[in-house]
């Protein structure tokens, strides 16, 4: 790629405006110590934009964001915002519109950090576009309405294609990893939407005989996250199943600030952390920046993948050991960790620790 990356950036709301700022530093640092070119778009988005424009997700913002490569979205705090028609929540368009069908949500746990277990290392891929959440899983209207004053109807949306899209980035992602997955559903009550998914997952195992395959019933495999999490690496789930495990596999390492994730499809993909936007602690310069840092890490993973561009890839390596190493070395964690670091302290350590890593390995220093 000999015009580098075209990488967006949308601030969001709240901590966003703090947060992302870091992710990009440390992003640009780990660009300038491996080579890679990198140019940067940043577009409006959120409560700023609304106040601003009377929309939060103004017109040609995704025809922009669909020249880039991918995007960083900072967090977006939409249950705030006024009952009015120019205040949509963009998760859903974004994720539609650029059938960002994969959310892949990491679980990692660090040695000097406190968490419920240590020695963790999964990855939760859900499915992003259909399941049960009604702003995404039919074209028009919602999938869920309310036809008398006493009822409220509900309607989930299973998909061979979309089953087996998911299912197909989880194997392939296993691959990479230990080369285990975990198929979680419940086809024991929901015979059809939840057999559907399970059968498209069995039906791809047999092209991935390297990846150990095993399904679990999702209130089994909550318990058994809990109990150890050690024994799992990649898992894939339903829309909704999804979204509430990757949460309690954030607990069990530390908690959503702990929690990056990618959005991924066939062109593009967007790095959005999986906390929201912490009005409560917005403007203070204590957010911790490491699940947003992490996901914009992933970002330059997935690129250097789908795109082969290897300074990509060992971009998203630097930055990966950079935070292992201030994580380890405990001097610029923000309060949430046990540290007395800024957010901004805690970015501008991590990168100086991306740029010294480099140079080390450059004069033969780093044997790892």
Not at 120 to 127: A, C, H, M, S
Request: net charge negative; with cysteine.
């Amino acid at each position: 790629m000999s015009g580098g990356l075209q990488l967006g950036v949308l601030l969001g709301d709240d901590i966003g405006l703090e947060v992302v700022p870091e992710a990009v530093k440390v992003v640009d640092a780990a660009a300038r110590a491996t080579g890679l070119a990198i140019v940067w778009t940043e577009l409006p988005i959120g409560r700023r934009t609304l106040d601003d424009l009377g929309t939060t997700l103004p017109d040609g913002t995704l025809e922009r964001l669909d020249a880039l490569d991918g995007w960083i979205l900072g967090p977006i705090g939409h249950r705030e915002y006024p009952k009015i028609p120019g205040a949509v929540n963009p998760h859903p368009i974004l994720r539609k519109h650029f059938d960002l069908f994969a959310n892949i949500r990491p679980a990692k746990s660090y040695p000097t950090l406190p968490s419920v277990h240590q020695n963790v290392d999964l990855v939760i891929v859900r499915e992003n576009n259909e399941g049960f959440q009604p702003d995404r899983n039919v074209v028009a209207g919602s999938g869920e309405f309310r036809p008398t004053n006493d009822v409220t109807i509900s309607v989930r949306v299973i998909t061979r294609a979309g089953s087996s899209k998911v299912a197909r980035a989880a194997f392939e992602l296993a691959r990479t990893r230990r080369k285990q997955l975990a198929v979680i559903h419940k086809d024991t009550v929901f015979k059809l939407g939840c057999g559907m998914f399970a059968e498209e997952c069995r039906a791809l195992a047999a092209e991935y005989p390297d990846v150990a395959y095993e399904e679990i019933i999702v209130d089994t495999f909550a318990m058994r996250l809990v109990m150890k999490p050690q024994a799992y690496d990649v898992i894939v789930t339903t829309n909704m199943f999804g979204d509430i495990l990757s949460d309690e596999a954030a607990g069990l390492v530390g908690g959503l600030g702990m929690a990056p994730a990618l959005s991924a499809g066939p062109r593009h993909a967007m790095a959005q952390a999986t906390h929201g936007s912490a009005p409560d602690i917005a403007g203070r310069n204590i957010a911790n920046p490491y699940a947003m840092i992490m996901s914009a890490q992933m970002l330059l993973g997935w690129l250097g993948r789908t795109k082969s561009e290897p300074r990509a890839t060992a971009a998203a390596r630097a930055i990966e050991r950079a935070v292992d190493a201030t994580i380890a070395a405990r001097d610029a964690l923000t309060p949430d960790l046990g540290g007395t670091a800024t957010t901004v302290a805690m970015g501008d350590a991590i990168a100086a620790r991306v740029c010294g890593g480099a140079a080390a390995r450059a004069s033969g220093g780093d044997a790892g």
